[in-house]
């Protein structure tokens, strides 16, 4: 192994070092401009061997070991304590994460979760309705919409915009979760020094969406990702119901925003309706799989830097409500007319 990565990092000087450091027993005393050197040449690993995922995923195991472990700090702040801000803004730095609760249950109130929970439900019954509508199979396509996503074919689990997508009976519910969700997260962001590009005339330019995710009972867990490259952009998430491991929790790699290959524990913490989690978008995470019998909603809302892409893979994107939209009776018709050609052809 030593060998190969010596060979394939011959071209690029600087990290020729590894394998000399690895024979005298000092691989774990890398300089952070050496480790940044294998990284590189790591990522270009996958252009020199396009079909060797099994010796690139060799190639970063062996990296990490050499790496010291990540020591993570609290992450779990409850906001009753004095200096909450600071706590949970020093765990979004260093861990990349944080978790607020209240002493007792969440800190949006559980009435509110309830009518949110519902709303989500409908919203999404709503969304599958307009797929079906275009002939999309939700299940089973990826649905890439504006207000309307998921990541690949059958995954089952939803992305929906509610600022800006909902329906309109349903805005002002979405407003107030959007407010009491900005009413915790900006504080830490302000405390973490994330706020230098605000806005003062436009006090929400740093949100990037708002908007829930809905896992479906089944919905298998996601591949580890990071949901952007810049620094600065944060996820406020907002589960709407208690999340276990049973129905999926947003599992993490802490201290992975800042060095992606470097080792460390994964935790998947589990949250009461209401609390919130707050994540930088370069850390590496997942959605895992539901295995209950209902729907796991997470509302959120998205933070990103004036002039950062923020969800840039969505710009240009079709919006949903573009597509004509036709009645459940018109449906029925039009399903008719398929069946009635389909025994037409084969008569
Ligand atoms: O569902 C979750 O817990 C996380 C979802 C997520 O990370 C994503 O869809 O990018």
Known sequence: MRAFLAMLHRPWRKVTHLEADAKDGAGSVHSAASLDSEVGCL????????????????????LAELRPAFRPIASDIYCADTGWEELAAASLLHNGYCVLRAVDGGLVNPALCKVLRGRSASLLDEMLAR?????????????????????????????????????????EVWHSMF????????????????????????????????GCVVSLPGSPEQPFHVDGEEPGMVNAFLPLVRTTATN?????????????????????????AGNLLLFDWRLVHRGC????????????????????????YK????????????????????????DCQENCQQS
Request: net charge negative; with cysteine.
């Open 43 to 62: 990522d270009r690993l996958k252009d020199l061997l396009p079909t060797s995922a099994s010796v690139e995923h060799s190639c970063r195991s062996f």
């Open 131 to 171: 797929t079906r509508n275009c002939d999309i199979d939700a299940a089973q396509d990826a649905v890439h919409f504006r207000e309307f996503w998921s990541r690949s074919p059958e995954e089952q689990r939803y992305d929906m915009l509610v600022i800006d997508g909902a329906l309109e009976t349903d805005a």
């Open 179 to 210: 407010g009491l969700v900005d009413s915790w997260a900006r504080p830490v962001l302000l405390a973490a020094g994330l706020d230098s590009k605000f806005n003062a005339d436009k006090d929400n330019s740093r949100v990037d969406g708002v």
């Open 248 to 272: 999926g929790p947003t599992e993490l790699q802490p201290g992975s925003h800042l060095d992606r290959y470097r080792r460390s524990l994964c935790v998947a913490p589990e949250l009461d």
């Open 289 to 312: 799989a539901n295995r209950s019998g209902a729907q796991r909603p997470v509302g959120y809302v998205t933070y990103v830097p004036a002039g950062a892409t923020g969800a840039g």
């Open 315 to 338: 710009n240009g994107v079709m919006s949903i409500y573009d597509i004509a939209y036709k009645s459940d009776e018109q449906e029925q018709q039009h399903q008719n007319d398929l």
